[in-house]
């Protein structure tokens, strides 16, 4: 390893992977409780599951771009991290900040810890994703704050390229983006549309932005290809990414009591966003199609090559889906909206993050790959994990399309109880496929800690050129 203080990625990284797995966790007990309503009752509601579910989620993405950050911007500024310790201190506070955060979900009543922690001063909880109380939010900020001091004056004192300014540039736009979580007016229109902002200008635009930049640093190590070719792609990947993913949050403002020249504009824009997606898979595949060489870590390749496929499939095909302002008449709210949501999450965001993680533990240990037995379980893992969340999104699909057949669209629409009760064999599906997800994670994980995963010797390196 040429930069020794790219190691401090080493536990955002393996934080990321713990807290991953305990997102999974409570995903497969909120699915459960779809199934029997009373599971876990009234120890532990659906709500207070659900929430800790998504926000989970929330936070390993950002531990695991915040450790992709500290591992390639050294390496592409070609110099060490401006302050390794800083690094280390941002991450004990933002992981210990989180862990609070969430036993105060589990532990106290939400209208207690919104009163004990200042939300009567400025109030800013209640809002899906954006449930945190008001001391982490500034926790976030000011972790946020911290990776942005870091990281940038890294990239001043190195060298600059296309890839690491896009990088940074997109941190930037994350951490500014998340202040209009701190505006709640009391006007609900108002109040909706901050919410918007942060949470899909976030999935929407830069962070699209960042998988961009995580997956041409891939690509550019993996292949051998030349630096100037992925940076051509990523601009005008990028470029795609901004004019789409901003106007096209106008999707989200149909009944929040904006002015009807958003359902034009929302429906328009947000129908091009799938095209980003299309060019990062002609992108990817185009760039191995023309690798100058085969990379010994083929799980990390196998991992870059499908998260632009099934990014598309999540957030490009099943957005489009329902994207459309007659089709969010009826889909709005249902589980269409939750398919789309797990299989673009998973798509463009985990699979980037797990893939950024697969090249870089290695590389952290001074290995160009793991052992083959090791990889075999990576690779076994992913096919695991994709598949798995294809059945998720797929029985979610089905139980949204019960919804608007059997409660929306009939002249006789049925109780929602009664409809929840046509979907149940959705449910239980979607339960199923949720344990396989589980198993592929476990395959995941077991690849870094089976004996010998980081003895890359000279029979797997046969193997893996053969």
């Known amino acids: 390893m040429k930069y020794l203080s790219q190691r401090v990625a080493l536990p955002y990284f ?18 459960y409780q779809y199934i029997d309503g009373t599971f876990l009752f009234p120890e532990l509601p659906f709500s207070t599951v659900r929430m800790v579910h998504t926000n989970l989620l929330i936070v390993w993405l950002l531990m695991a771009f915040m450790g992709a950050a500290y591992f390639i911007v050294p390496q592409e500024a070609q110099t060490e991290l401006y302050s390794p310790r800083l690094a280390l201190a941002t991450f004990w506070v933002f992981f210990l900040a989180g862990a609070l955060t969430i036993l105060g979900y589990l532990f106290i009543p ?5 009163a004990i922690t200042g939300n009567a001063m400025l109030p800013t909880m209640g809002r899906g994703y954006l449930e945190q109380p008001l001391p982490t939010k500034i926790g976030i900020v000011l972790g946020a704050l911290s990776l942005l001091f870091n990281i940038t004056m890294t990239l001043a004192k190195g060298r600059k390229t ?7 540039g997109s941190l930037w736009g994350l951490a500014l983006l998340f202040l209009p979580a701190f505006y709640f007016p009391v006007d609900t229109v108002k109040a909706s549309y901050s919410w918007w902002w942060v949470v899909h200008g976030w999935v929407e635009g830069d962070w699209e932005l960042i998988l961009s930049a995580l997956l041409g640093f891939i690509l550019i190590r993996t292949t051998g290809i030349d630096r100037e070719v992925v940076e051509k792609w990523m601009y005008v990947i990028v470029s795609m990414t901004l004019v789409t993913g901003i106007l096209g949050i106008g999707h989200h403002y149909y009944f929040i009591g904006a002015p009807a020249y958003w359902i034009w504009i929302g429906s328009i824009f947000s129908a091009l966003e799938p095209v980003p997606f299309i060019m990062l898979i002609v992108f990817a595949l185009g760039i191995l199609f023309k690798r100058r060489h085969q990379h010994p870590n083929r799980a990390a ?12 499939l999540g957030a490009g095909l099943w957005g489009f889906m329902i994207t459309l302002a007659p089709v969010q008449r009826l889909a709005h709210g249902s589980n269409m909206t939750a398919a789309h949501g797990h299989l673009a999450f998973f798509g463009a965001y985990a699979m980037v993050a797990l893939a950024i993680i697969s090249y870089a533990m290695p590389y952290l240990r001074g290995r160009e790959a793991n052992s083959l037995k090791a990889q075999r379980w990576e690779m076994t893992g992913f096919w695991v994990m994709a598949l798995s969340m294809l059945g998720i999104a797929l029985s979610l699909t089905g139980a949204g399309l019960v919804t608007i057949f059997l409660q929306r669209s009939g002249s006789s629409p049925m109780s929602f109880m009664d ?21 592929g994670l476990v395959c995941y994980l ?3 800690a089976i004996p010998g995963a980081y003895s890359f010797d000279q029979e797997t390196r046969q193997a893996l050129e053969s």
């Not at 939400?110 to 919104?114: D, F, G, K, R």
């Not at 009760?421 to 199923?432: H, K, S, T, V, Y």
């Open 446 to 448: 077991i690849s870094f």
């Open 162 to 168: 296309s890839l690491n300014i896009i990088l940074v």
């Open 110 to 114: 939400y209208s207690h810890l919104a």
């Open 419 to 439: 409809v929840q009760d046509q979907a149940r064999i959705f449910f239980i599906l979607r339960e199923g496929f949720g344990f396989g997800f589980l198993g």
């Open 301 to 312: 390749t196998l991992w870059s090559m499908g998260t632009p496929i099934m990014a598309f």
């Open 14 to 31: 393996a934080a990321a992977l713990l807290l991953f797995a305990g997102q999974i966790i409570f995903g497969l007990l909120a699915g």
